[in-house]
């Protein structure tokens, strides 16, 4: 989907699921993990965390790029403005919630793929 067919449904069908917030967090944080680092900070499986990232691209959330054997994703550059400030507010919404504080925490302990 071209990013300027982003509709606010689309992409608030994106944010409904707390995997894929906690991807987006993470990945406001950082601005780029592969997969293998998303795995490791929320501990789930990599094919669920794979179908999730997949959900945020399709919607135009995301990029993806190869690395060797690694994909590495990051927040769409070319978000409209709005979709832009609603994405930047999500950390100080989430900075109260432990699942949230602990992502981070276990972020930090990732080395890098």
Not at 25 to 31: A, D, S
Not at 61 to 76: I, S, T
């Amino acid at each position: 989907m071209p990013i300027t067919d982003l509709t606010l449904e689309t992409f608030s069908k994106a944010l409904a699921d707390q995997t894929r917030l906690r991807i987006l967090l993470l990945l406001i944080e950082r601005k780029e993990l592969c997969v293998c680092d998303l795995t490791e900070a929320l501990q789930l499986a990599q094919p669920k965390i794979s179908r999730h990232l997949a959900i945020l691209r399709e919607a135009g959330l995301l990029l993806d790029r190869k690395a060797g054997l690694w994909v590495h994703y990051q927040l769409h550059p070319e978000l409209p403005a709005w979709a832009s400030l609603i994405l930047k507010t999500l950390p100080q919404a989430a900075a109260t919630e432990v699942i949230y504080q602990l992502d981070r925490q276990q972020l930090g302990q990732v080395t890098s793929c």
